[in-house]
DNA sequence: TTGTACGCGTTATCAC
DNA sequence: GTGATAACGCGTACAA
């Protein structure tokens, strides 16, 4: 392999092969109507120069990339990374190649992220974030880019959703609880950590009005470290409680700083996951948590995409149903 | 918003503020050369008609798609995730947007993804992944496409790489467990797990050979659960050892199995984790573990590779040294 | 300061 | 079956 040259084109592939631009291109392509032995020596001379086609040419003159722009708020969240894996799964399969944008919950980024997904040029966009609304996503549609939003309801032409069932399930664990369960229930309150927890809260808050209940809203960073500082501090004065936490790092940090403050779990101390992954089930004492599998929701979410691509979307809004998954950190 | 329309182009922007392509293409890419007065006009009509460039058509003509390819085995390991983080970080800071390349863990994957990193003509490419080898790296480099190779020792012209150091500080570790532990060492091979885990095994080895110890080399599966059921099973005839394990995962699978089958830790089990992240402290009973932060590593092979790409790198070679943490799995 | 014309590397529509 | 040639949307010498 020579080094140091430019990269070769199609031109030159033409002149050194003998043929023309159209008969190379149509190799390229795989088309039929060349002949075997042209097909041979172009391919032949393709390998001597080592010539590769230019994606960038390529989608300019076809007006399609194949390339996917995903649009998440960190790629640092455990059920983040699962569903980043499930969706490169299904669009290598399917032949296209993930292009990632990352707000970092900023709103500020998620503005030039918008931006930055209508100039590139994706053939599609799978949405999961919460620091862009409506209107953001409208306007990407509106550029004629096929739009995924995942924890969503939006659907229109060429945009389609899916969304978590959590709020129902939430208030069935919470009334049930109410039955025999004799702790007051905290909810822990992350700012800024997107609508899902923010509904979820609702619904936390609906369960109590409705049963008449007292309960708490605990404002916590969104760090492992600093939860499980604030809870050492919360644990002096506060000796038991039903703790709802977002993540499974946010719900060990309860549990850890329960247990390293001599109170025990579940015994006085109750967690809840409510967005759990497998480090629920690794953790001691085990998390009870609420689960999607983030895996499936992220194939699905591309499998959706190419469904629109393909002009085939029939269902353009899917529900995943989260299940209770009751271990040991509640009784 | 209009939906449905085509893209307008520059040239209709041209047309409708009434000067000519170069004029709007200069107020786009702000050069100073254009009156304050026809700048205002031109972006007003770029506003009125909601015009975007495309990414694909500047790319095209100025040999320069902002684009970075990231090539991973998988984005669902933590370490990597932490990885991503950093680098999605300074490359938003720089202006550059990650589009990922992913192997998982197959030669045929590794293949097809080093032909799409140079179609692609991302501007370069940081890779960490052992399943490409330095015929991969090079073919890249080829191609004019400038590499960050992370985990390996490989540079050259326009490629410049990370690597960990591993190997010395657990031979330190080993050997000063020799002085005062009583226990068997287990090495727990996974298999295809990459370079740094077997250069970190022959160091293993290496460490009891020249003491003449004796060791033990357990093979396992990449998966928490099926470590747990292995050791499950393991724990039942033999009930005490030191255990090396890859990552936290798989290390909370031997002390969780210990644990869960009557041994104490670390008492009759020790564990150290290898590639310790956040979960590692987080996990009861804490894990000893050693520990590179891979943000950190992800931001510094961003910046090597922007520094390529602005042909100022002169450290070529960076190596990030790993630490030990012990903590309670380990006495 | 502004406009003209060409190049970037392909695909695609024609002819032949 | 094969070959000119015009797009695709933009940057940029060069000229005006």
């Known amino acids: 392999m020579n080094n140091m040259k430019d990269r070769v084109t199609i031109y030159e592939v033409a002149k050194a092969s003998g043929y023309s631009l159209a008969t190379v291109s149509r190799v390229i392509n795989k ?46 969240y455990v059920y983040i990374a699962n569903m980043l894996n499930g969706m490169t799964e299904v669009a290598k399969a399917k032949g296209y190649v993930l292009t990632l944008f990352v707000t970092n919950h900023s ?13 590139s040029h994706v053939d599609g966009a799978v949405i999961f974030d919460d620091e862009l ?93 600093q939860t499980y500082q604030d809870f050492i501090s919360f644990f002096k004065n506060t000796h038991q409680g039903y703790f709802l936490a977002y993540r499974d790092s946010i719900a060990m940090a309860v549990t850890n700083a329960a247990l390293d403050s001599g109170l025990s779990v579940p015994g006085d101390v109750e967690v809840l996951s409510i967005i759990g992954t497998k480090y629920a089930s690794m953790a001691r004492p085990q998390l009870s948590a609420m689960h999607i599998d983030m895996k499936q929701v992220g194939m699905k979410a591309m499998d959706m995409m190419t469904d629109l691509l393909n002009g085939g979307l029939d269902e353009k809004s899917f529900k995943f149903e989260s299940n209770y998954l009751p271990r040991v950190s509640t009784k």
């Not at 088309?31 to 010539?51: D, F, W």
């Not at 500020?108 to 918008?114: G, P, Q």
């Not at 549609?141 to 399930?169: C, L």
């Open 133 to 225: 609304d409506v209107e953001d996503i409208n306007k990407i549609s509106s550029y004629q880019v096929p739009v995924v939003v995942v924890n969503n309801t939006i659907v229109g032409d060429k945009v389609a959703s899916i969304n978590f069932g959590y709020e129902h399930k939430i208030k069935e664990i919470i009334k049930n609880y109410f039955k025999s369960g004799d702790k007051k229930m905290y909810f822990l309150h992350v700012h800024n950590s997107g609508r899902l927890l923010e509904r979820i809260e609702k619904a936390f808050i609906e369960s109590h009005l409705e049963e008449k209940r007292s309960y708490g809203i605990l404002s916590c960073d969104d760090s492992y470290r």
């Open 107 to 119: 709103r500020e980024d998620a503005l030039s992220v918008v931006e930055k997904v209508i100039t």
């Open 31 to 76: 088309q039929s109507n060349v002949t075997e032995e042209t097909r041979k020596k172009v391919e032949a001379t393709i390998a001597r120069l080592g010539y590769k086609p230019s994606a960038l040419a390529q989608a300019l003159a076809t007006n399609k990339t194949t390339n996917i722009g995903i649009v998440i708020p960190s790629a640092n």
